[in-house]
């Protein structure tokens, strides 16, 4: 066998090889059960860009987004994700101090968020607005008010701080109110809670089964019911007050082996293609300039649109929390 025979066929064997590498590119994302559901956005946003690229897209669920964030916490430089999407606003400044996130290279110049909110290693990907939710025929008259909620008998099912985004959310909502009263509002409105559950899931379901009045869930949850169920009795609860505000956003994992698939990816989420999916799918608003399907109309609009900043929130939010449950001791 000659040399330059062989140089040929160790090349031809490299380059195979290579190829095939690049065949195998993966992504790893955490994200939570909902997202990760069949009838979530994952499956048709993994479609959709692996027609883009010469990859595999693998949405791994956990119970929460929070509970992604802890396993990787958990897991530090060792994790096999490469991605963390759908932990919100007010975990994405904890999530930064842990280390374990890389500035992202994604351009943000195209997105529309009520809030100046930024971060260079996040990126937003949808929001929303936490409400309470109830159902017309059963509540034709809601409180417009958390004054309104505690004068009343109404009975709501909410979600604890500690493993759910809209429990932590609903403490920042009235933080954001009452300040220091807050923990006053609190004892004021326990009589009201038939349940503290671990996850957003639980809550809703009971609420649908009739066991609770209204629950803690988003301004946009009725257009589900609207669009998908065709069902017109649910709506959402508009606070005097105003809602407190959530933007879901992903980041790219510092140990992650493909950083530059992962940027690609991030940038693709906020494309026209991949935010279209948003809103029938996930039941947030988009933060791309894209039409919202019919349903969305009818929604209530917060007039005022509450954000703590996000260094107030990592450095006390497990302060709050502790006064919030404290309450029900």
């Not at 407190?244 to 906020?270: C, D, P, R, T």
Request: proline share 5%.
């Amino acid at each position: 066998m000659s040399f330059r025979f062989l140089i040929f066929i160790l090349t031809s064997l490299f380059l195979n090889l290579s190829a095939k590498a690049q065949d195998a590119a993966s992504l790893n994302i955490y994200t939570y059960d909902s997202f990760a559901s069949e009838w979530g956005p994952a499956p048709l946003l993994k479609e959709k860009f692996e027609k883009t690229c010469n990859c595999t897209i693998n949405f791994i669920p956990n119970n929460s987004s929070i509970g992604a964030l802890r396993k990787i916490q958990l897991d530090g430089e060792r994790s096999d994700a490469d991605i963390l999407l759908g932990i919100d606003s007010s975990i994405a400044a904890e999530a930064k101090a842990s280390g374990l996130f890389a500035k992202h290279n994604v351009d943000l110049s195209n997105i529309k968020l009520p809030a100046n909110w930024k971060s260079d290693s996040f990126v937003p990907f949808d929001y929303g607005y936490f409400a309470f939710v109830y159902n017309k025929e059963k509540l034709p008259n809601p409180p417009a008010s958390f004054e309104d909620l505690i004068a009343s008998n109404i009975k709501i099912v909410i979600q604890d701080p500690r493993s759910s985004t809209t429990g932590l959310g609903l403490v920042l909502w009235l933080k954001s109110v009452y300040g220091e009263s807050a923990n006053k509002i609190w004892q004021q409105l326990k009589p009201n809670i038939i349940t503290i559950t671990k996850g957003w899931s639980e809550s809703y379901n009971l609420f649908l089964k009739g066991e609770a009045d209204m629950v803690l869930s988003y301004t946009t949850s009725p257009a589900y019911h609207l669009i998908a169920e065709q069902d017109n009795r649910f709506t959402a609860a508009s606070f005097l007050e105003g809602h407190y505000m959530q933007i879901e956003v992903a980041g790219i994992l510092q140990a992650s082996k493909n950083k530059q698939l992962a940027n690609e990816f991030l940038s693709w989420l906020i494309s026209d293609e991949a935010q279209i999916i948003i809103p029938t799918s996930n039941w947030m608003y988009p933060v791309a300039d894209v039409e919202l399907p019919m349903g969305f109309e009818g929604l209530i609009q917060p007039k005022n649109a509450l954000i703590l900043v996000d260094d107030l929130v990592q450095k006390n939010s497990n302060i709050w929390i502790e006064e919030m449950l404290s309450a029900f001791n």
